[in-house]
């Protein structure tokens, strides 16, 4: 290696040519999945090189403790490097880990979790291997699509508003690709209200589009029949349209087909209205609930709370086990849905949605949870949260989070209100990203 060049000393106001060419040799993956080398001891992260490669990179932004730096050339090439078979996958930012085999990613989001755990957590506990999928491609089951003034769809760059479009998005279905492009020639002469468009397709290849933005009665199925049949036979099943500027679902409106839109999780069929949550990767959904089940194991008699329980789709499968299970979730819609799905797979009785914010609600239930299943958005907890659930003492709890960082912040807490934990799986549900799902079981020791 070069040390003359390694040991240059940049300054941010050193002229272009004199940031440029320098050599660094990246020693790990940050969980953005750039590559982290040091160049006098200055950490220096350069988004494309991969653990064992050196690099040659311009120094673009540095500052006292860090600086980041654009990849130039790659000097020597990891084995563990393979070409990103999407064509915009450099500029579109949706996925960061393209550039790496499939099998090396799924060892860095173990060692995000490990990484998180011990910095953030300050616990030292082992993390099982991620399970991956099989085929980690064409998992999708969501789009959420973004439009410019000229009509063209795309996902928005990270950290930007401006679009990249593609042709075929590896990570959405053949057939949802094309709902994308047959849409995007509709609407390309006229509806400039439309500003974001959600496909949503389920195991049977049946899909749901919400347009947002619409004055919802502008679009008439009538008028507009060619396209709504194409769809039709292409498998879309409803358009909705939902204005700009309201609360959550104010002026939510069918525009055409099937009100009803429902999706296969485990063995039962569960109803999802457009603006409630489901987990967008439909496969490993069941790999991660098989895991909440088993690390639950539940004998029949427990008392169970599915906190930040969506559409009811943990809560019923936790139902077939427990005695009891009380799910809480603030968006009326999926409230709605959680208890339409309650009767459709016959669990009345024994279950029961409350709406409103984990929170709040939870501090009016009187009875003593034996399991708390926790799944909150990428926040985590909130304090209060964290305190009530150490005061109502459940024994085991069980975190399913879909964020290292937040889930390690509220695992500490747990730690050290008595809970030890005994076991760490992490899930791919997000292939090619530096997305990583993990399921955390902990049970009550004691307070020290
Ligand atoms: C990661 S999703 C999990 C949903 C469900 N467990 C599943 O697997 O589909 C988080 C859910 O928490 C809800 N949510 C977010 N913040 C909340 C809060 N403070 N109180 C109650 N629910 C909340 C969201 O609406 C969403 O449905």
Request: with cysteine; glycine share 8%; hydrophobic share 35%.
């Amino acid at each position: 290696m070069n040390n003359k060049k390694l040991n240059h000393n940049y300054r941010n106001t050193n002229t272009r040519e004199e940031n440029s060419n320098l050599e660094v040799e990246c020693l790990r993956l940050l969980s953005d999945g750039s590559g982290v080398g040091y160049m006098n001891g200055i950490a220096t992260f350069v988004p494309g090189l991969l653990p064992g490669e050196t690099g040659e990179v311009e120094v673009f932004d540095a500052k006292k403790k860090y600086q980041r730096a654009r990849l130039q050339k790659i000097i020597n090439r990891s084995p563990d490097r393979m070409d990103a078979p999407c064509s915009v996958f450099e500029g579109c930012g949706g996925c960061q880990l393209q550039h790496m085999t499939y099998k090396q990613t799924l060892q860095w989001k173990q060692r995000w979790v490990e990484d998180a755990l011990t910095r953030i957590g300050k616990l030292k506990v082992e993390v099982k291997p991620t399970l991956g999928m099989e085929y980690p491609w064409r998992y999708r089951n969501k789009a959420r699509l973004h439009r410019e003034p000229t009509g063209e769809l795309g996902y928005y760059k990270e950290k930007s508003k401006s679009l990249v479009h593609f042709q075929d998005c590896l990570l959405l279905s053949e057939r949802m690709n094309r709902w994308i492009r047959l849409t995007e020639e509709f609407l390309a002469d006229g509806y400039p209200e439309i500003h974001t468009l959600t496909f949503r397709e389920n195991r049977k290849g049946e899909g749901l589009l919400l347009l947002e933005g619409l004055p919802v009665k502008v679009l008439s199925p009538e008028e507009n029949s060619d396209y709504f049949k194409a769809l039709s036979q292409e498998g879309l099943r409803s358009v909705w349209g939902i204005g700009t500027g309201n609360d959550l679902g104010g002026n939510l409106e069918l525009i055409w087909g099937d009100e009803s839109f429902s999706q296969t999780i485990l063995d039962m069929t569960f109803e999802v209205s457009p603006l409630s949550f489901l987990q967008v990767n439909s496969l490993q959904t069941d790999v991660l609930y098989a895991q909440v089940l088993a690390v639950a194991a539940l004998n029949g008699e427990e008392t169970v709370w599915d906190l930040y329980s969506g559409i009811g789709t943990l809560a019923l499968a936790l139902a077939r086990k427990a005695k009891k299970v009380t799910g809480i979730e603030e968006n009326p819609f999926a409230v709605e849905d959680a208890m339409r799905n309650a009767v459709n797979n016959n669990a009345i009785g024994h279950i029961e949605f409350l709406k409103g914010k984990v929170e709040s609600r939870m501090m009016k239930i009187e009875e003593q949870p034996d399991v708390v299943v926790l799944d909150p958005p990428r926040a985590g907890l909130h304090a209060d949260v964290l305190k009530r659930l150490l005061e109502l003492n459940p024994k085991r709890i069980i975190y399913v989070s879909c964020d290292p960082g937040t889930l390690a912040r509220d695992i500490g807490g747990l730690t050290a209100g008595g809970y030890g934990v005994d076991s760490v799986q992490s899930v791919d549900m997000f292939p090619w990203t530096m997305h990583v799902e993990t399921v955390v079981l902990m049970n009550f020791k004691e307070r020290t």
